[in-house]
């Protein structure tokens, strides 16, 4: 979700769908309970972050290191994502392992 909205831009159709996604999940009351013991404001979160607490509220795997997946690997598994089928469904279109290593070293 960061990702796509540093390179989709701030006013682009990405931000107006996360945006949109964002709301939906403050409008639900036990979200938006965890999102604010979770630190965060309707008014300065963006999806990425309500995504972060919510990931982390369901006690689910949200870094590379859960997998024990070292940081040296990083590399590899970006050239490797681009010949994933949903590389290039991703909203701003990955089309290069630096992309895809901008996101991974997010999540190492």
Do not use: C
């Amino acid at each position: 979700m960061k990702f796509n909205l540093k390179h989709g831009g701030s006013n682009s159709e990405i931000a107006r769908r996360q945006e949109m996604v964002e709301k939906i999940l403050w409008s639900e009351t036990k979200v938006a309970e965890v999102l604010r013991e979770g630190g965060l404001n309707s008014e300065t979160s963006d999806l990425g972050d309500a995504l972060d607490v919510l990931i982390r509220f369901l006690e689910l795997p949200r870094t590379l290191g859960a997998y024990d997946i070292s940081p040296d690997k990083i590399p590899a598994l970006a050239k490797n994502s681009l010949e994933d089928f949903w590389a290039k469904t991703n909203p701003v279109p990955l089309a290069d392992a630096a992309q895809v290593e901008e996101i991974l070293e997010a999540v190492k």
